[in-house]
Nanobody, 120 residues
């Protein structure tokens, strides 16, 4: 199994910043994608940002210019640096990592989620 542990959420005022971290551990052969998703109360889980093995990054339109995704590939750690936070960014943020544990074994793991609350 591949486990993901997230940290860095919290309460911040509008205009503030936070940095989320996600550390992956376990048997990892190769990583295809690492990404952040978020889910607000009563809403579906949506993509925030994702980076693939080649380094291509995609952001949700709502966070472009404010959020930056990065990774430490050697240590299977993912980051999300969020600035100029808005109340509408309030959600539980989840880390996702997809790849292979071996040549014939894929994985698609989720973290436990970390709460981000932005007050107005």
């Amino acid at each position: 199994q591949v486990q993901l542990v997230e940290s860095g959420g919290g309460l911040v005022q509008a205009g503030g910043s936070l940095r989320l971290s996600c550390a992956a551990s376990g048997s990892i052969f190769i990583v295809y994608t690492m990404g952040w998703y978020r889910q607000a109360p009563g809403k579906q889980r949506d993509l925030v940002a994702v980076i693939n093995s080649g380094g291509t990054i995609n952001y949700a339109d709502s966070v472009k210019g404010r959020f930056t995704i990065s990774r430490d590939s050697a240590n299977y750690t993912l980051y999300l640096h969020m600035v100029n936070l808005k109340p509408e960014d309030t959600a539980v943020y989840y880390c996702n990592v997809a790849g292979r544990r071996g040549p014939l074994s894929r994985f698609d793991s989720w973290g436990q989620g970390t709460q981000v609350t932005v007050s107005s």
